[in-house]
Structure formats: C-alpha cells, structure tokens
C-alpha cells in the first residue's frame, strides 16, 4: 500500500476539543493533528519564555528545543536499527555455524541479501512506515520458504508494523497483520500430514502478537496525540495570558493617562488664567495699593489651585501604588465637591452656576469620579478655549440614569460634532466605560457637552448598590 494512504488519528480528550471562545484575536488556536502526522514524545523543558514568539508562533525555546530533538529521534532509529541487525545476523550467523544441514550458495547469499535489506529498511520506517512494513513482509515471505536456517528475520517486520501502527497508519497496519496472518494460515493449510511447520497453538500465539503490535502502536498513537494536544492548549493558553496581560497594562496606561489629564490639566488651565488675569490688570498701571490687592488675589487663587491639584494627584498616585491592597472605599474627587469645583473656575473669572434636576442619589465611587470628571474636564474646556462669560452645569437625576450637561456662552465651535481631542475623547471613554455615552458640540451660542451614566446595568442590578426589581403589568 502506498503511504499516503488515509489514516484515522485517535480522537482527543473532550477537554480539549474546543478553543475558548474568549481567546484574544491575535491568540491562533492550536494546529491540527492531521492524519499520518510525525508526533514526538513532548521535549522536557522548563516554562516557555514570555519573549517574543517566533513567525511559527511558538516561543524561541520551543523552537529551539523542537530543532534539537529531531537529531535526537534520529539516533534513536539508527541505533535501534543497529540494535537489531545485530540481532539477527547473529542469531542466523550461529544458526549456520551450529546447523548440520547445507544449502546452495546461491539460496545462502539470497537469504543473506534478505536479511541485510529487512534490517537496512529499518534506518528509515518512520519516514516511510507503511513502505518499510510491506518490505520486510515480502522479505520474510521470500526468506522463510527458501532459506534452510530459519532466524528471526520476523522481528524487523514486527517492529516495522508496530512503527506503521503509531506513525497513524492504522489501516495500512491492520491490513498487514491480516495478510500476514492469512497467508501464514493458508500455507499451513496446503501442507500435507506430518509436514506443518507450526501447529495451531502457535498460529493462535502468532494472531495474539501480530494484534499486540497493533494494538500497541495505536495506543502509543493515541499517547501522544494527546500529550501533543495538551502541549499545544498550554502554549495557545500562554500566549493568551501574554496578550490578555498586554491588554491590561494598555487599558492601565490609558486610565492613568486620563487621570493625570483631568488633575493637572484643570489645574494648570486655572493657574494660567488667573496668572493672565492678574498680569493683565497690573499692565494697566494701577496704583500700589491696588496692584497689592490684584497681585494678593492673584496669588491666593494660585495657591488654592495648586494645592488641590496636589492633593488630587497624591490621592491618585496613592491609590495607584497600593495595587494589592482593596480598591479605595471612595475616590479622590465626587460630585459632592462640585461647589469647590465651580469655586475655583469663578476665581478664574467664569460664573458657573449649577443646577439640580431630581432626587440625587449616592453614587458608588467609581461612577461619581467619573461624573466629576466630566464636569471638570468640561470646565477646563471652557475656561482655556471659549472664551465664556458664563456656563451652566445642570444634574439631571433619574430613576436609572444621571444626565450631565455643561453649557457655556463662549464662541463655541461650528455647528455638529466637536473635532476629536484629548479631553473630549478621554470623557467619553469615561462615559461609556459605564454603558453610556456623551456628545459635544456647537449649539450657535456656545459649546454644550452632554453625557448620560446609566444608573443600573443590564443585568438588573442597581450601580448605588441596591437590586432593582422590573415587573410586568
């Protein structure tokens, strides 16, 4: 038979018949076992690196290590093969030397040229399983019926189908032991009485061995197709975890990054304004006592800003530093500071005027510096670029949601969207890391930012702590 006949794998364990379905895009799924498929006994190494993974998608360690063990297999089969020459042409060289009986040269080097191709096949039975196993059989049934000394040329044919069996060639294995078997049978059967070369007690053993070398062999098979899928899952499940802690230390940096924007960003915009104010009214020449005032104003504003900027980012970085301690009870800002909010932005020269639609509500940490944020990345907004006299911070409380909005009178921006930016992009992240969503644009008399934070999930389960209950009339 040829060797690129079918063969069929063993099935696999179920735990290991699926991909998660949660596994990263960039994750490949394990290849396939396919049919007749060299597997190798797992190479024993330590933990794969987390360096970057070659163009096979393995780890250079187990390239490597992969590389390295072929030459291993290699020895192996030459040194078997050697094994088992040596064997056999001992074996039929003392049978020679202890036998009575002659034969013809001829049938002497015809025997001898036998046994030299059934073992010399050996070198390469894995490359060629089913070739090699078909060879040595047609070895043995040339060698046995011409030759006088009978020696154990049948182990190269046994250790061929045994090598058929676990390289996957199960088929092209059973249909040899059954050859094997039939033929022998047939020809014990054509014998006359009294001149049977093996009774039936030994036919039975032959069948017995024959089916053990099969069995055998799909059973080493079916060992290492597993160990080969297990190994396979372990590094898919590595380089998940790889691309999933990635993507952790990513959304990590992007929330650190709008932290720290929202604090020093505010901040520093007021510190700027006010310092601008300040320059601009002593340009006019005052007085010393009234320069004195501006100045003191001036300065106090500054140091009132400055010192929350301080505080807010040491709370930040407090909370940042303590990763494996339980996250903060409260957050390091919350809508309940909304007044110190506006209070800063009115020492900048802006009137804000804040407004409270509804029933407020407690918020959990999370959700109420999210909210603040907003507010305060909104006000940064407006006091640097629109140039208003007056903006409007209005809480709309509802029963599942809380709506923000912050208008302001400035130049705003033309007509639809606002062009994307930083501070837009980084409140709306915020927005719809809670399931909502926020929007920002020109109205014709200002600028308007919109967001809306839903107040309980999808699954029922109220955000302030509390399960809310929809029933049906």
């Keep these: 038979m040829s060797d690129a006949e079918e063969a069929t794998d063993p099935p696999v364990a179920a735990p290991f018949a699926a991909p998660s379905a949660s596994v990263p895009a960039c994750v490949s799924p394990p290849a396939p076992i396919l049919p007749g498929m060299p597997l190798r006994s797992p190479v024993r190494r330590g933990r794969p690196s987390a360096r970057a993974a070659s163009p096979s998608g393995l780890p250079p360690d187990a390239v490597a290590a992969a590389a390295a063990a072929v030459p291993a297999v290699r020895k192996a089969d030459l040194a078997l093969t050697a094994v088992v020459t040596l064997f056999v042409v001992g074996w039929t060289a003392a ?19 036998l046994v030299a191709v059934g073992c010399g096949s050996l070198a390469v039975r894995r490359r060629a399983p089913v070739a090699v196993a078909a060879l040595t059989l047609a070895a043995c049934a040339v060698y046995y019926p011409t030759s006088t000394y009978d020696g154990p040329l049948m182990v190269t044919f046994a250790l061929a189908l045994y090598t058929a ?6 088929a092209a294995a059973v249909a040899l032991a059954s050859v094997t078997l039939l033929a022998v049978g047939l020809g014990e059967i054509r014998q006359g009485p009294g001149r049977r070369q093996i009774d039936d007690t030994s036919l039975v053993m032959l069948a017995g061995w024959l089916v053990s070398l099969v069995a055998v062999g799909r059973a080493q098979r079916t060992r290492l197709a597993y160990l080969h899928e297990v190994e396979q899952r372990a590094l898919a499940a590595e380089r998940e975890q790889e691309a999933r802690a990635r993507q952790s230390a990513t959304e990590e940096r992007l929330r650190i990054a709008r932290e720290v924007h929202d604090v020093l960003g505010h901040s520093i915009s007021l510190i700027n304004v006010q310092s601008g104010a300040a320059l601009h009214r002593l340009a006019k020449g005052p007085d010393a006592a009234e320069a004195l005032l501006v100045a003191t104003e001036a300065l106090e504003a500054v140091k009132a800003t400055s010192k929350d900027a301080l505080r807010e980012l040491r709370g930040t970085l407090v909370a940042l530093r303590r990763a494996d301690e339980p996250a903060p009870t409260s957050p390091v800002s919350g809508l309940d500071r909304l007044q110190e909010l506006a209070e800063r932005a009115r020492a900048a020269g802006l009137t804000v005027v804040t407004r409270a639609e509804g029933t407020p509500r407690p918020l959990p940490p999370a959700l109420d510096l999210a909210a603040y944020r907003i507010v305060q990345e909104s006000l940064t907004n407006v006091t640097r670029h629109a140039r208003a006299r007056t903006a409007v911070v209005t809480l709309s409380w509802a029963a599942d949601e809380l709506r923000l909005c912050v208008e302001d009178d400035g130049e705003g921006a033309p007509d639809g969207p606002a062009p994307g930016g930083s501070g837009v992009q980084g409140m709306a992240e915020r927005a719809r890391a809670f399931g909502g969503d926020l929007t920002a644009g020109g109205t014709g008399r200002g600028f308007r930012v919109s967001a809306r934070l839903p107040l309980t999930t999808s699954t029922g389960t ?5 399960t809310t209950t929809r029933g049906t009339a």
Excluded: Y
Aim: hydrophobic share 35%; no cysteine; net charge negative.
């Design 95 to 113: 049978s020679v030397t202890a036998g009575g009986e002659s034969e013809a040269p001829g049938r002497t080097a015809l025997g001898w040229a």
């Design 165 to 170: 069996a676990a390289e996957g060639r199960f």
């Design 462 to 466: 109220d955000t302030t702590g509390t």
